[in-house]
């Protein structure tokens, strides 16, 4: 990451698969003089893609990720940025519930995460934190966090799936079929059927459309200590 980013501009990088949306994080980050946009990504092989080219060239203080990419996952895209270049801060950004996601962002490596409809001047105060090397925290990821940690070795919910379980277990409930899943994430049918098959006895249910009401249930409902 580039030295004094308190004093001097903010580079970024935005990957996420809608226009609408990169236009919309370029027009608040334009706000701040301090922030510039470096480059734009809309899938994940194009981010790790710009990524390294930046690392190399210009420089790069900050990947605004969004966690539901095509190519590779937003999730596992985090992932293979720690690995390569474990001190370039990643804020994940997404539309999915905090009390679902969030942990698994921070716990995989992300320095924070923020709902794409945070206010602007929220968006801005997480970017220049992380960019300073610090951690984002809203009061509601604090608290899933917390509770998670509090209840580490008896979780029922999707925070006690693994990463790749927590991958299939999302498609499954967006309706995906087995085929569609291992086409997205690169895995035999055979294998997506052997996670879906664990995911069923990890959240105790018979199919998929109870799979589907269990999701709806946990993102909806709020952690209890």
Do not use: W
């Not at 716990?107 to 794409?116: D, I, T």
């Not at 945070?118 to 984002?136: I, Q």
């Amino acid at each position: 990451m580039n030295a004094s980013v308190a004093t001097d501009t903010i580079h970024v990088l935005i990957g996420d698969d809608h226009r609408i949306v990169r236009e919309g994080l370029k027009q608040i980050l334009a706000e701040a003089p301090d922030v510039q946009v470096v480059a734009e990504a809309q899938t994940g092989p194009e981010v790790l893609e710009q990524v390294a080219a930046l690392q190399g060239r210009t420089g790069l203080d900050l990947v605004l990720l969004d966690i539901a990419l095509p190519g590779i996952d937003g999730l596992d895209v985090l992932q293979a940025l720690k690995r390569e270049y474990p001190k370039l801060p990643v804020l994940m950004l997404s539309t999915y519930p905090e009390k679902q996601y969030a942990v698994r962002c921070i716990k995989l490596g992300a320095s924070g995460y923020l709902n794409k409809s945070a206010d602007p001047d929220d968006m801005l105060a997480a970017v220049r934190k992380v960019a300073a090397g610090g951690v984002f925290l809203t009061p509601t990821t604090a608290e899933a966090l917390a509770a998670a940690v509090g209840h580490s070795g008896a979780q029922a919910g999707p925070e006690a799936l693994s990463h790749r379980e927590h991958q299939v277990y999302r498609l499954l409930t967006q309706g995906q079929t087995v085929s569609e899943i291992g086409a997205q994430l690169g895995l035999a049918p055979n294998t997506v059927s052997t996670y879906r098959a664990r995911i069923l006895e990890k959240t105790g249910t018979k199919n998929d459309v109870e799979l589907a009401l269990y999701a709806e249930r946990h993102a909806r409902a709020p952690k209890t200590p």
